[in-house]
């Protein structure tokens, strides 16, 4: 039986905890952050802003070694200390200018500008509805960002910033518009007072490049950096995930196939790096280097760290205390790991879950496993109720190792709603997902005191159907879930009823 293996498994790598993990809150629905249109209102004068300084977005204190000698607790002091708060606060800043705009040169280069109310683009590209409403979006884009970083829009509803959107860099550079020290990047790159994007092939996956390195800009005029690398670039990755339809725009979304956003890749990256064996652990993300995202496979696990941790209920609160330690670099992960330690097991777990299952349009509402202790069977039988439009859920029944148990399941519900698929336990085989039957009952076995490090019992899964006899290996609960896509969840409705009996010896 696989289970033997799970201990054995090393598809993913948690972090542990000795503290016992708490039970999470009845997670909150997740809902995408949306404005039509900016409200324009009378600004205030902005405040003076400090002197220029060079850019800090890219972290500078990432760890140079592993041995402890003394030094990283004296650095820990030192960023947590009484006067830290005050010493790293985020603040605005004034970047520094990367270059001036001679229309002549944009004339001479074949260069035209688009202006927004808070972008200057400048592109080398020919009109067309989908270039020239760039500027709309990313206006539309400044609200959102307001709102999510607390930040007060009439106070800054005079910030601008630049961009270069290129077919060829020849004419940009030729136009004085990139800097000799601007280092190599793969498609977008924001440093000072602008961006520059190299064009794309899709006008969804160039607006999202559009998002994505003007929260680069927003972050480090409001706050002076962004961060870490994959605090960086996993939040301007959830906010350039967006849809843009008739004139609004919603970020921070899951898309629901591929189609929906060409070229975008991040769900595949997930889902090749785990089938080859290079699933990410938290800590793996949150440890990238500073010259990690020169590589396109980073950007996809940033996106679905920060993806994941905005939306878990568990996680969330602090998860947007990080925006006051942009500053501090790497020991941003500190605080937020110490902060979060009790429940740092169940986090990983449910990291892992989304791993292993992750796919376009994912729910992490209904993905987030259900927790309760197990009680061994008392009497002649337990039973459980399994609904049908969440993960996996503990039936609250405790298997113990060595010991035969017959699982018996009956119910008929629906997997689909229009039109209609009515199902049983066994699944139909009409359709299959992940080589099973779509709608059949799984179970899985997680020791109540599981909490890492390796692969969560819940990585691997037996078939139940209607029944199912099994001898466990270990002492552990009893769990289950529908064979179902992760992001189709929602549009199923019903439950199945289970009963366990011991069998005698």
Excluded at 84 to 92: I, L, T, V
Excluded at 93 to 100: A, G
Excluded at 419 to 431: D, K, Q, S
Excluded at 451 to 456: E, N, V
């Amino acid at each position: 039986m696989r289970w033997l293996l799970f201990s054995m498994t090393l598809l993913l790598v948690g972090c542990g905890s000795s503290d016992q993990p708490a039970t999470p809150a009845a997670p909150a629905t997740p809902t995408p952050r949306s404005v039509a249109k900016e409200t324009p209102s009378e600004p205030e004068e902005p405040p003076a802003p400090a002197r220029p300084t060079e850019p800090v977005r890219r972290a500078t204190m990432e760890p140079t070694k592993k041995d402890d000698d003394g030094s990283i607790a004296v650095l820990n002091q030192f960023m947590s200390d009484d006067h830290s708060q005050e010493r790293f606060r985020p603040a605005p800043i004034e970047p520094r200018v990367e270059f001036t705009i001679d229309p002549a040169q944009l004339e001479a280069n074949g260069l035209r500008q688009l202006q927004g109310k808070h972008l200057t683009l400048i592109t080398d590209l020919p009109s067309s509805p989908e270039v020239d409403e760039l500027p709309t979006v990313f206006d539309a884009a400044f609200p959102i960002w307001c709102e999510y970083f607390n930040i007060d829009p009439v106070k800054f509803a005079a910030w601008r910033t630049k961009g270069c959107l290129m077919s060829r860099e020849e004419p940009f550079a030729a136009a004085g518009l990139i800097p000799n020290d601007l280092p190599p990047f793969l498609h977008g790159y924001s440093r000072g007072d602008a961006f520059w994007l190299r064009e794309q092939p899709s006008p969804q996956y160039r607006r999202h490049l559009l998002i994505h390195e003007g929260t680069h800009s927003f972050m480090e005029r409001m706050f002076g950096g962004g961060g870490p690398p994959w605090y960086s670039e996993g939040i301007a990755e959830y906010f350039g995930t967006h849809y843009w339809r008739d004139g609004k725009l919603s970020v921070g979304v899951v898309p629901a196939s591929k189609e929906e956003m060409p070229m975008w890749g991040r769900i595949k990256i997930i889902k090749d790096d785990f089938a080859a064996q290079q699933g990410k652990t938290l800590d793996d993300v949150m440890h990238y280097g500073l010259d990690a995202h020169l590589q396109n496979s980073p950007y996809g696990w940033c996106w679905g760290a920060v993806t994941y941790l905005e939306t878990d209920p568990r996680t969330h609160d602090q998860f947007h205390k990080l925006q006051e330690y942009v500053r501090l670099g790497f020991d941003m992960n500190r605080r937020f790991k110490e902060a979060l330690a009790d429940q740092w097991p169940e986090i990983n777990e449910g990291w892992q879950m989304f791993v292993a299952n992750a796919d376009y349009g994912y729910d992490f509402e209904r993905n987030s496993i259900v927790y309760a202790p197990g009680k061994p069977i008392a009497g002649e039988m337990a039973t459980a109720i399994i609904q049908v439009d969440q993960g996996w859920q503990s039936t609250g029944i405790l298997l113990e190792a060595g010991k035969t148990y017959e699982i018996v399941a009956r119910g008929r519900y629906l997997l689909k709603q229009d039109p209609e698929w009515p199902c049983e336990p066994n699944g139909v085989t009409l359709e299959y997902f992940n080589g099973r039957p779509l709608g059949q009952l799984l179970c899985g076995l997680r020791p109540d005191d599981w909490k890492g490090p390796g692969a969560s019992p819940l990585t691997l899964s037996e078939t139940v159907g209607t029944r199912r006899t099994l001898t466990p290996p270990l002492t552990a609960t009893l769990y289950m879930k529908v064979n179902d896509n992760p992001g189709q969840l929602a549009d199923n409705s019903g439950e199945i009823e289970i009963a366990v009996r011991e069998q005698p010896q």
